[in-house]
């Protein structure tokens, strides 16, 4: 079993930046790919990022590649979204998504899901 506990959402600004944390713990990181996802109210929750199990490859939305970076810490078992140039779209629950698989994180069928949180961008 994996658990994964989401730090680092707020208020912020339209322009500012944010950065997430996800830490796991429960099973080795590095045999885990990890992903962010997000779900605005109304709306279904959509991939953001994600990174595999080295780090060594990424995957971006469209909608936030160039102001998004995905990175993992695997002595800290944290993975991390740094969220830049924020937008008021951007508002949303943000779940962090682990799974042996970056396919099946990219996908959204990641067996292991954190409890989200909150990040809110005023414009």
């Known amino acids: 079993q994996v658990q994964l506990v989401e730090s680092g959402g707020g208020s912020v600004q339209a322009g500012g930046s944010l950065r997430l944390s996800c830490a796991a713990s429960?099973?080795?990181?590095?045999?885990?790919?990890m992903g962010w996802f997000r779900q605005a109210p109304g709306k279904e929750r959509e991939f953001v990022a994600a990174v595999s199990r080295s780090g060594g490859s990424t995957y971006y939305a469209d909608s936030v590649k160039g102001r998004f970076t995905i990175s993992r810490d695997n002595a800290k078992n944290t993975v991390y979204l740094q969220m830049n140039d924020l937008k008021p779209d951007d508002t949303a629950v943000y779940y962090c998504n682990a799974d042996k698989g970056v396919g099946r994180v990219v996908a959204g069928e990641g067996d292991y899901w954190g409890q989200g949180t909150q990040v809110t961008v005023s414009s």
């Open positions: 429960g099973r080795t990181f590095g045999n885990l790919a």
